[in-house]
């Protein structure tokens, strides 16, 4: 049975980082693109980057570029974001997501970019980002 399990989020103050962890397990995590997700209060859930196991490909939003980083170690099946310069603008529920990667599908697909198209997600963990 496919899993994923979020961790890292907590409350810090802007201009701070932190590190969320996605641990996979259940299903061969170098063929799938793992992406992270975001979803605040009343407001739509937002793509904010993913990778690909397969090439280490990688995309993220206009709004985290330059700010977050996505990283995958396959031996431990798990893939971090590392977020710098955090805004209070990210303050959300972030989850991650699980589905499988095709050669046919270039990075900037729509299939990778949109929620809907995930098969596994996590629980979410909660960011909170103070002024």
């Known amino acids: 049975e496919a899993q994923l399990v979020e961790s890292g989020g907590n409350l810090v103050q802007a201009g701070g980082s932190l590190r969320l962890s996605c641990a996979a397990s259940?299903?061969?995590?170098?063929?799938?693109?793992i992406g992270w997700f975001r979803q605040a209060p009343g407001k739509e859930r937002e793509t904010v980057s993913y990778i690909n196991n397969g090439d280490d490909s990688t995309y993220y939003a206009d709004s985290v570029k330059g700010r977050f980083t996505v990283s995958s170690d396959n031996a431990q099946n798990t893939v971090y974001l590392q977020m710098n310069s955090l805004k209070p603008e990210d303050t959300a529920v972030y989850y991650c997501?699980?589905?499988?990667?095709?050669?046919?599908?270039?990075?900037?697909?729509?299939?990778?970019?949109?929620?809907?198209?995930?098969?596994?997600w996590g629980q979410g963990t909660q960011v909170t980002v103070s002024s």
């Open positions: 259940g299903f061969i995590f170098d063929e799938y693109v």
């Open positions: 997501a699980a589905r499988e990667a095709f050669l046919g599908y270039s990075v900037g697909s729509r299939y990778y970019k949109t929620a809907s198209e995930y098969d596994y």
